[in-house]
C-alpha cells in the first residue's frame, strides 16, 4: 500500500486536494507594495475566525480575530497600522500594506471549533524587491540562473502539509514554505484570551 502522507503530500502540491477545506497559496508581493490574502467558503456559520504567521521556530503570532463574520476584527498590537482584517461572510481577507521583507513567510487562517484550533488555509507570501544593474557579467547571469532554478524546483516543496495526532500531546502541524519545514502544536495557534 502506497504511503498516504506521500500520496496526499503530492496531491496537496498539485493543489488537486485539501484537508478539511484547507486551501494552500504561495503569493508573490514587490516590496512596498500591498497584497491580499484570502481563505474562502468557510466563514458563514464559523465564530473565533484568525489569521495568524508561523515565526522563525515553531511558534505563531496571531494577527488578528474576528468574534463572527459580520464584526469588526481585532488587530493584535504591531499589526494595527499596516494590516487590515477583513470577511464577505463567504472570504475571510488580510490585507497588508507597505509590504516589508518581513513580512514573508508562512500565514495562516483558521477558527476555533470544541476548543481547538483548525486550520482552514495556509499561504507562503513572498516578498522580493527591485534588483536593477546596468552591466551584468555572464558569471552574474549565470549565477542568478542558477539561483532561480533551484527557487522554481524548491516551489514544489512549499505546500507540504501532513497532520499527526498524537493521543498524549494533541495535535502537531507541519508545514514547508521556502524550504524550511515548521512543525506547529495547537497550543501555539490559540488566540490570547
Known amino acids: ?53 508561523l515565526n522563525d521556530g515553531p511558534n505563531a503570532t496571531v494577527i488578528s480575530l474576528m468574534l463572527t463574520p459580520d464584526v469588526n ?40 471549533k470544541n476548543g481547538g484550533p483548525v486550520i482552514v488555509g495556509a499561504t507562503c ?4 524587491g527591485k534588483i536593477i544593474q546596468k552591466n551584468i557579467n555572464k558569471f552574474l547571469l549565470k549565477a542568478l540562473l542558477d539561483i532561480k532554478l533551484f527557487m522554481f524546483f524548491s516551489l514544489f516543496r512549499i505546500v507540504q502539509f501532513t497532520r499527526s495526532a498524537d493521543h498524549n500531546s494533541g495535535k502537531h502541524y507541519w508545514f514547508s514554505c521556502d524550504g524550511h519545514r515548521h512543525a506547529v502544536h495547537e497550543n501555539q495557534i490559540l488566540p490570547e484570551r
Not at 504511503?3 to 503569493?27: G, K, M, Q, R, Y
Not at 499596516?82 to 488580510?94: A, E, K, P, Q
Not at 507570501?125 to 522580493?128: A, E, S
Request: aromatic share 12%.
Open 1 to 53: 500500500m502506497v504511503n498516504l502522507t506521500v500520496v496526499l503530500a503530492v496531491l496537496c502540491t498539485l493543489s488537486l486536494i485539501s484537508f478539511s477545506l484547507s486551501e494552500f497559496h504561495t503569493v508573490k508581493v514587490q516590496l512596498e507594495g500591498e497584497v491580499t490574502l484570502q481563505c474562502s467558503n468557510f466563514t458563514a456559520l464559523i465564530s473565533h475566525i484568525i489569521w495568524f504567521k
Open 73 to 112: 476584527a481585532t488587530m493584535k498590537n504591531g499589526f494595527k497600522d499596516r494590516f487590515l482584517m477583513t470577511s464577505n461572510i463567504t472570504h475571510v481577507f488580510l490585507n497588508i500594506k507597505n509590504v516589508n521583507s518581513s513580512d514573508s513567510g508562512l500565514y495562516f487562517c483558521g477558527n476555533n
Open 125 to 128: 507570501l513572498q516578498v522580493y
